[in-house]
C-alpha cells in the first residue's frame, strides 16, 4: 500500500500481492486536473481577505494537511482572478441592460479614486464609481500612471472610462458627485464628461475638509 499527498488531497493505492490487481482511492474529486479540494481552500483564502502567508501557516501550525504558497498564488492568477473577472462582467453587462432598457431620467453617480500611494509618485489608481440611486458599483476602472501624463492625472482618467463605459450604452447621466480634485474640479472637464449641456455647478459644500461637487 501507498500513499500519494498533494495538499489536501490523499491518494491511498492498494495492490494485492497475489494477482497484482491495483485499486485506488481518492479523498477528493479532481477539477481539470486540480484537487477539488486545494482549489476551494485557495479559492476561501482569497474571497475572504486573508493573507495566504498567514492563513498556511495557521493549517501547518495545526498539523492540517494544506495547499503551499506557489499553489495559492497559481490558483489565484489562473483561475481564481479569471472567475472573478468573468462573473464581474456578467452582472455588469446585466445591469447596464437594465438600465438602457428602463425609462428612467438619468444615472445619478458618486465616484472617488483611490491610489497606491499618497504622494505624486504612485503607479496605480482606482476609480470607483457608484449609482447612488440603485447603490450598485457601476465600474471600478484601473490607471497606471504611464498611461496619462502624470499621477495626477489618474483619477481623471478612471472617471473619464467609467463614464465613456455607460454612455456606450446610451444611458444618460444627469448628477455626479465627486470630490473636488485638481482634475475633476474644473468645470469644463466635468461638464464634457457628462456631455450635458443642461448640467451645471448646482453646489459646493466648503465647510468640509474634502468639500463634495454637485453637477
Partial sequence: MSTLVLG???RVTQKCNSCNKETQWDSQPFVRNIPEGNLLMSACILFTGCLPELSICMFQTMGCAC???STFYYHQSHYLHPAIFHIWDIHQQSFFCQLSDDDHSGLILGGDGRSDSPGHS???G???????THNVVIDIPLVQS???KNSNHMELEGLKRAVNKIQDFNITIDALVTDRHQQISIKKKVLALAKQEECEIIGVVKKYSQPFVLV
Avoid at 482606482?126 to 447612488?132: D, K
Fill in 67 to 69: 495547499i503551499s504558497r
Fill in 146 to 148: 504611464h498611461e496619462v
Fill in 8 to 10: 489536501s488531497f490523499l
Fill in 122 to 124: 504612485a503607479k496605480f
Fill in 126 to 132: 482606482l476609480y470607483s464609481l457608484v449609482e447612488l
